[in-house]
């Protein structure tokens, strides 16, 4: 079954990782896709993936070069993007940095990369596309943030103030465009096997496994499996959540 036929998405940070994954599954189900991210080889990688997961002959895919950080240059991107096809029927707000260290180590780079990178990109995407959503009166909003946005951790304060703040701003934003039918959530992922986490410690990664219910670390494919419902028409009478998809760590 193709969930999205006939939808168009963005998907930020969709050049790798849980993003990636989204954006092949999309394709999977049937979606225009459009990708954005700041690294041309993976870009143009994905989108040969992207076109081995089409499955109808009209289907648009598209990489783009963007610092989602950036207003303007996230303006331009996206007003290209609604030129070119219309319109655009889901935002995927993926992107993701860390940065991580103790408070009373952490400089002001540091904390204003990631909060850039991870929040205010939000505010930007959204602040650009939410008017054509309101006009068509539909849309699904998707922001991926963390289950350390609900639970906080020591060497992270600029990305669990990062992760918190994306809830508040979607729980926020849900209210604001429920009436036009446009709909917000969050997935607040677990510990996903990524070039993120990667560099994690044997030690650490023993430590985080320990305390997950399902006994496994997750896949990106985990979280694109939430990203297509909340895009699709089976969340139609969902908006304002966090979906923590994280194998019960946080319950
Ligand atoms: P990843 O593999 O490192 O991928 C990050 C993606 O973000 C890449 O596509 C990267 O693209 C893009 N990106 C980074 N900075 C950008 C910028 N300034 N402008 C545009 N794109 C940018 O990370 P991931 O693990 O898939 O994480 C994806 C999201 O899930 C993040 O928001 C992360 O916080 C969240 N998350 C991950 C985990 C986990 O365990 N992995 C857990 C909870 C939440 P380029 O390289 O092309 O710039």
């Known amino acids: 079954m193709q969930l999205l ?4 998405a963005i ?7 849980i993003g990636k994954a989204i954006a092949l599954l999309y394709a999977q189900n049937g979606a225009d896709v459009a990708i954005f991210g700041t690294n041309r080889e993976r870009a143009e990688q994905t989108l040969k993936e992207l076109e081995a997961h089409r499955v109808d002959s009209e289907q648009k895919f598209s990489a783009h070069l963007v610092n989602v950080a950036q207003f303007k240059e996230v303006e331009e991107t996206i007003q290209k993007i609604l030129s070119d096809w219309g319109k655009v029927d889901i935002l995927v707000n993926n992107a993701g940095i860390t940065r991580d ?3 009373m180590r952490m400089n002001e780079e540091d904390w204003d990369l990631v909060l850039d990178v991870n929040l205010k990109s939000v505010y930007n995407t959204c ?11 539909g849309g ?36 604001e465009l429920a009436s036009r039918n446009v709909r917000a959530n969050c997935v607040a992922p677990g510990y996903i096997e990524t070039q993120m986490t990667e560099g994690l410690s044997d030690q650490i990664k023993g430590q985080i496994l320990a305390n997950i219910p399902l006994g496994r670390i997750g896949s990106p494919q985990d979280i694109a499996q939430a990203a297509l419902y909340l895009a699709s028409d089976l969340s139609s009478y969902v908006t304002g959540q966090v979906i923590a998809v994280d194998g019960g760590m946080v319950m």
């Open 101 to 103: 260290n103790l408070l």
């Open 5 to 8: 036929k006939k939808k168009s």
């Open 11 to 17: 998907i930020t940070g969709g050049t790798a990782g």
């Open 140 to 175: 699904s909003i998707i922001n991926i943030s963390s289950v350390i946005g609900l639970t906080g951790n020591a060497g992270q304060v600029n990305y669990a103030a990062s992760k918190s703040g994306m809830i508040g701003f979607t729980k926020s934003l849900a209210k």
């Open 127 to 137: 602040r650009v596309l939410a008017r054509s959503m309101m006009k068509a009166k």
